[in-house]
């Protein structure tokens, strides 16, 4: 049997292809929309995807289960097989395999057209000699499969399980999300029981059964998910606080109690993967553009003068683009053009990305390069963000400040600690905390005023602006994101704490922690 595990460190996910070297067949586990790498493992193996699966309606990327499919049957029609990773002819295209469980509520709305088959609890999925078997798991979704994989060439019994966001190493998935961030009232606390007796399965099955999660340390999945790639059921069921927690009220508080904010965009992936999530055919490849058309995309976010804007803003005079711009914080901080809003492209950019830019607008980037740009424009069509337009060189920032009588771009200043605790002391400053709920809890400046960054927009009132606004978060990378959000908002000079919280603990500076 061949395993092989794919991991995407900007989503903190996982998929997973199963082969049969005797047939030559494989299946493929909750892929997302990078299905190049799928087809290039399977022809190096030379395997051919025959079977696509995933565990659950995922939140956090966009399913690329669809685009694989798609991807095996333009394969399978190009006798030569040039032009496809996989270099070879398929016989034909992978039949796509999907849960039915979870009640009509919990459906895949395509999947009638799509041809899928649906899967129940016991249903086995055979690829060659393996038996993949479908276990219901509810609890983090109501339709969530895990899957029993048994090696029919040598054994009887399942040497491991794809758990999916049922059970990470060290955590398990987490049960509210349906009600934060689908806005499903009233399921958390009945997702949390569900859960707990899909645990009890899981604690039946042999403890030398290897656990293969769909996330690892990062994801917004679980609160406390272990970097390392694998484990055992019987380890889990020792050191896993989920797994060994047997007493349903105590786990029930437990799961629920400190798990972070969910990213907004968690409800748009949940509608995208279950009404059916488009077929790109690739990544886009947006276009070098010039000054001019910077010029009209600008007055489409409403840079400029005050009637700037009338003809490229949407309706009701919203805001028709976004323009990212994805060079480094430092290089944003030392000048920008006002109305762009600062996201790096690091392995955080589709995190930010999907809690800051909106789903129903135009984005168009500024980066370094075009390797830049490839990266951010992958990482952004992983969360659905399809709709890039067009990209710009760094020097397209200079460029616009000299084209015109009385530009100037926008700064952003920075402080220490050192310079900011006798502000504090003094209540000079409004102390903005961009942290997570639990980092804040677990310890925070005096009188600090905590708004995540995701949530700056929605909460933008509540931002005194009768003092200087210092923000920060552990440490700088956030508050960096999060001082360009602001002066988007219209909030002017906002300063950025270098080192975040944790060099201004460092330095023994006054903390308060919540009780």
Same mark, same amino acid.
């Given at each position: 049997?061949?395993?092989?595990?794919?991991?995407?460190?900007?989503?903190?996910?996982?998929?997973?292809?199963?082969?049969?070297?005797?047939?030559?067949?494989?299946?493929?586990?909750?892929?997302?929309?990078?299905?190049?790498?799928?087809?290039?493992?399977?022809?190096?193996?030379?395997?051919?995807?025959?079977?696509? *699966?995933?565990?659950?309606?995922?939140?956090?990327?966009?399913?690329?289960?669809?685009?694989?499919?798609?991807?095996?049957?333009?394969?399978?029609?190009?006798?030569?097989?040039?032009?496809?990773?996989?270099?070879?002819?398929?016989?034909?295209?992978?039949?796509?395999?999907?849960?039915?469980?979870?009640? @009509?509520?919990?459906?895949?709305?395509?999947?009638?057209?799509?041809?899928?088959?649906?899967?129940?609890?016991?249903?086995?999925?055979?690829?060659?000699?393996?038996?993949?078997?479908?276990?219901?798991?509810?609890?983090?979704?109501?339709?969530?499969?895990?899957?029993?994989?048994?090696?029919?060439?040598?054994?009887?019994?399942?040497?491991?399980?794809?758990?999916?966001?049922?059970?990470?190493?060290?955590?398990?998935?987490?049960?509210?999300?349906?009600?934060?961030?689908?806005?499903?009232?009233?399921?958390?606390?009945?997702?949390?029981?569900?859960?707990?007796?899909?645990?009890?399965?899981?604690?039946?099955?042999?403890?030398?059964?290897?656990?293969?999660?769909?996330?690892?340390?990062?994801?917004?999945?679980?609160?406390?998910?272990?970097?390392?790639?694998?484990?055992?059921?019987?380890?889990?069921?020792?050191?896993?606080?989920?797994?060994?927690?047997?007493?349903?009220?105590?786990?029930?508080?437990?799961?629920?109690?400190?798990?972070?904010?969910?990213? @907004?965009?968690?409800?748009?992936?949940?509608?995208?993967?279950?009404?059916?999530?488009?077929?790109?055919?690739?990544?886009?490849?947006?276009?070098?553009?010039?000054?001019?058309?910077?010029?009209?995309?600008?007055?489409?976010?409403?840079?400029?003068?005050?009637?700037?804007?009338?003809?490229?803003?949407?309706?009701?005079?919203?805001?028709?683009? *976004?323009?990212?711009?994805?060079?480094?914080?430092?290089?944003?901080?030392?000048?920008?053009?006002?109305? *762009?809003?600062?996201?790096?492209?690091?392995?955080?950019?589709?995190?930010?990305?999907?809690?800051?830019?909106?789903?129903?607008?135009?984005?168009?980037?500024?980066?370094?390069?075009?390797?830049?740009?490839?990266? @951010?424009?992958?990482?952004?069509?992983?969360?659905?963000?399809?709709?890039? *337009?067009?990209?710009?060189?760094?020097?397209?920032?200079?460029?616009?400040?000299?084209?015109?009588?009385?530009?100037?771009?926008?700064?952003?200043?920075?402080?220490?600690?050192?310079?900011?605790?006798?502000?504090?002391?003094?209540?000079?400053?409004?102390?903005?905390?961009?942290?997570?709920?639990?980092?804040?809890?677990?310890?925070?400046?005096?009188?600090?005023?905590?708004?995540?960054?995701?949530?700056?927009?929605?909460?933008?009132?509540?931002?005194?602006?009768?003092?200087?606004?210092?923000?920060?978060?552990?440490?700088?990378?956030?508050?960096?994101?999060?001082?360009?959000?602001?002066?988007?908002?219209?909030?002017?000079?906002?300063?950025?704490?270098?080192?975040?919280?944790?060099?201004?603990?460092?330095?023994?500076?006054?903390?308060?922690?919540?009780?």
């Amino acid at each position: 049997m061949f395993l092989k595990r794919f991991y995407d460190d900007g989503l903190a996910q996982a998929s997973w292809m199963i082969g049969c070297a005797v047939t030559g067949e494989a299946l493929v586990v909750d892929p997302n929309r990078d299905v190049e790498q799928y087809l290039a493992a399977a022809a190096a193996e030379k395997l051919r995807i025959t079977h696509v *699966t995933e565990t659950h309606i995922h939140a956090d990327f966009v399913s690329g289960a669809r685009e694989l499919v798609r991807a095996t049957a333009e394969t399978a029609g190009n006798a030569s097989g040039v032009g496809t990773a996989a270099g070879k002819k398929q016989a034909s295209s992978a039949k796509l395999y999907l849960s039915a469980e979870g009640g @009509a509520d919990w459906q895949y709305a395509f999947a009638k057209s799509d041809g899928v088959t649906l899967l129940h609890d016991g249903d086995v999925i055979q690829v060659g000699n393996i038996r993949v078997q479908a276990m219901h798991t509810p609890g983090h979704t109501p339709e969530h499969l895990s899957f029993l994989v048994t090696d029919g060439a040598v054994a009887n019994t399942p040497m491991g399980i794809i758990t999916g966001d049922f059970v990470f190493v060290g955590d398990v998935g987490r049960p509210d999300l349906l009600e934060k961030a689908a806005k499903v009232a009233n399921t958390m606390e009945a997702g949390a029981r569900t859960l707990f007796k899909s645990l009890e399965r899981f604690r039946a099955l042999d403890d030398w059964v290897q656990v293969w999660p769909g996330h690892g340390a990062g994801s917004a999945c679980g609160k406390s998910l272990g970097a390392v790639p694998t484990s055992t059921v019987g380890y889990e069921k020792r050191f896993n606080w989920g797994v060994g927690t047997t007493d349903e009220a105590t786990f029930v508080s437990m799961v629920l109690a400190g798990q972070p904010e969910p990213p @907004a965009y968690f409800a748009e992936m949940k509608r995208i993967n279950r009404d059916g999530p488009r077929v790109l055919g690739g990544f886009p490849k947006p276009k070098r553009a010039d000054l001019a058309s910077f010029e009209r995309a600008l007055e489409g976010v409403g840079v400029g003068s005050p009637t700037a804007g009338a003809s490229a803003r949407g309706p009701n005079n919203k805001a028709s683009v *976004t323009i990212v711009d994805t060079r480094t914080a430092d290089e944003f901080a030392k000048g920008h053009v006002p109305g *762009t809003i600062n996201i790096p492209v690091n392995k955080s950019l589709s995190t930010w990305a999907g809690w800051l830019v909106p789903y129903d607008v135009d984005i168009q980037l500024i980066a370094d390069d075009e390797k830049s740009i490839e990266r @951010a424009v992958r990482e952004l069509t992983m969360i659905g963000l399809d709709r890039v *337009t067009a990209w710009y060189p760094g020097a397209i920032v200079n460029e616009w400040a000299a084209s015109a009588k009385g530009r100037t771009l926008g700064t952003i200043a920075k402080t220490d600690s050192a310079a900011l605790a006798p502000r504090v002391a003094a209540g000079e400053v409004t102390v903005l905390d961009v942290r997570n709920r639990s980092e804040f809890e677990a310890g925070h400046l005096p009188g600090a005023l905590h708004i995540p960054v995701g949530y700056l927009e929605e909460r933008l009132a509540e931002i005194p602006r009768d003092k200087p606004i210092v923000l920060h978060c552990q440490g700088g990378g956030r508050s960096a994101i999060a001082a360009s959000v602001l002066q988007k908002l219209g909030i002017k000079n906002p300063t950025d704490l270098r080192g975040g919280y944790g060099a201004w603990e460092k330095a023994g500076h006054p903390t308060k922690r919540e009780k």
